[in-house]
């Protein structure tokens, strides 16, 4: 089976346009491969480039030089250089993403905002509402809060409604940014727990976790951002 995703030789820096156009260098001949069934983490201090080099791959940020090859069923698309329209399509098929933070949408219910990348997929409503539902449970949100919006919910609460969303497909690569930053012990565990039901099923998994106890249960191998840092430019 082919590497569900290939990182070679990326570089990235920002430019800061309403500061006369300082350039920021983060990371340079940034190349490493997750294959399926592994759980790979990227390390390193905080500012280092770690979750900047996730949005790369999700297509969120911008490549500056290099290749994110991302394969699946054959085909291998480069996120650095697709157009707009093949980033969509991969992120519904194939790229999954559970960011820090659920980016609410009014009025819609938590049970909808789960189910919504397996409506995307062409699964009919029932079924991805129940498996909505499924996810949500052992997740412990409580079943009052299934029909409200999320807007509201605590911090803990959106995050378990974003690792729901995140983890209701089966897409074959899925980037985690810190998905347990806001949850309890227990919720922790639930995480672990279907983190190692995705590597079992052979998901590519690609994360940032900055507890120590997920991070060991978790990690087949750590990816040491520190290694690709850029050089900084004198001021
Ligand atoms: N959109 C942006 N515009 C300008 N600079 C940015 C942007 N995003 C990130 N940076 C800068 O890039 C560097 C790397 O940030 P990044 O968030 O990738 O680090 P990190 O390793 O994930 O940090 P942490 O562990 O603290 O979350 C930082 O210096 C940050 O200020």
Same mark, same amino acid.
């Given at each position: 089976?082919? @590497?569900?995703?290939?990182?070679?030789?990326?570089?990235? *820096?920002? @430019?800061?346009?309403?500061?006369?156009?300082?350039?920021?260098?983060?990371? #340079?001949?940034?190349?490493?491969?997750?294959?399926?069934?592994?759980? /790979?983490?990227?390390?390193?201090?905080?500012?280092?480039?770690? *979750?900047?080099?996730?949005?790369?791959?999700?297509?969120?940020? *911008?490549?500056?030089?290099?290749?994110?090859?991302? @394969?699946?069923?054959?085909?291998?698309?480069?996120?650095?250089?697709?157009?707009?329209? +093949?980033?969509?399509?991969?992120?519904?098929?194939?790229?999954?993403?559970?960011?820090?933070?659920?980016?609410?949408?009014?009025?819609? /219910?938590?049970?909808?905002?789960?189910?919504?990348?397996?409506?995307?997929?062409?699964?009919?409503? #029932?079924?991805?509402?129940?498996?909505?539902?499924?996810?949500?449970?052992?997740?412990?949100?409580?079943?009052?809060?299934?029909?409200?919006?999320?807007?509201?919910? *605590?911090?803990? #609460?959106?995050?378990?409604?974003?690792?729901?969303?995140?983890?209701?497909?089966?897409?074959?690569?899925?980037?985690?940014?810190?998905?347990?930053?806001?949850?309890?012990?227990?919720?922790?565990?639930?995480?672990?727990?279907?983190?190692? &039901?995705?590597?079992?099923?052979? @998901? &590519?998994?690609?994360?940032?976790?900055?507890?120590?106890?997920?991070?060991?249960?978790?990690?087949?191998?750590?990816?040491?951002?520190?290694?690709? +840092?850029?050089?900084? #430019?004198?001021?």
């Amino acid at each position: 089976m082919a @590497t569900p995703l290939v990182v070679s030789e990326v570089a990235k *820096s920002f @430019t800061m346009h309403l500061r006369d156009g300082i350039r920021l260098p983060v990371v #340079e001949n940034v190349s490493f491969s997750v294959a399926a069934g592994e759980c /790979a983490v990227l390390g390193g201090p905080s500012g280092i480039g770690k *979750s900047s080099i996730l949005k790369m791959l999700y297509g969120n940020y *911008s490549v500056d030089t290099g290749q994110v090859l991302i @394969t699946h069923n054959d085909v291998t698309v480069d996120i650095a250089s697709a157009d707009p329209r +093949s980033v969509l399509t991969i992120r519904r098929d194939v790229v999954g993403y559970v960011s820090q933070f659920l980016r609410t949408v009014p009025r819609v /219910a938590a049970v909808d905002v789960v189910a919504e990348p397996l409506l995307a997929k062409g699964v009919a409503h #029932e079924e991805a509402r129940d498996c909505a539902g499924d996810l949500l449970a052992r997740l412990n949100l409580p079943e009052r809060l299934w029909s409200l919006p999320p807007a509201t919910f *605590s911090g803990g #609460e959106q995050q378990r409604v974003n690792i729901a969303r995140g983890f209701i497909t089966d897409h074959p690569l899925l980037l985690l940014d810190e998905p347990t930053a806001s949850l309890d012990a227990a919720n922790r565990a639930v995480v672990v727990d279907l983190i190692r &039901a995705k590597k079992e099923a052979g @998901t &590519a998994l690609l994360g940032i976790f900055h507890d120590q106890d997920v991070r060991e249960a978790v990690a087949d191998r750590i990816i040491d951002v520190s290694l690709f +840092s850029a050089p900084k #430019e004198a001021a």
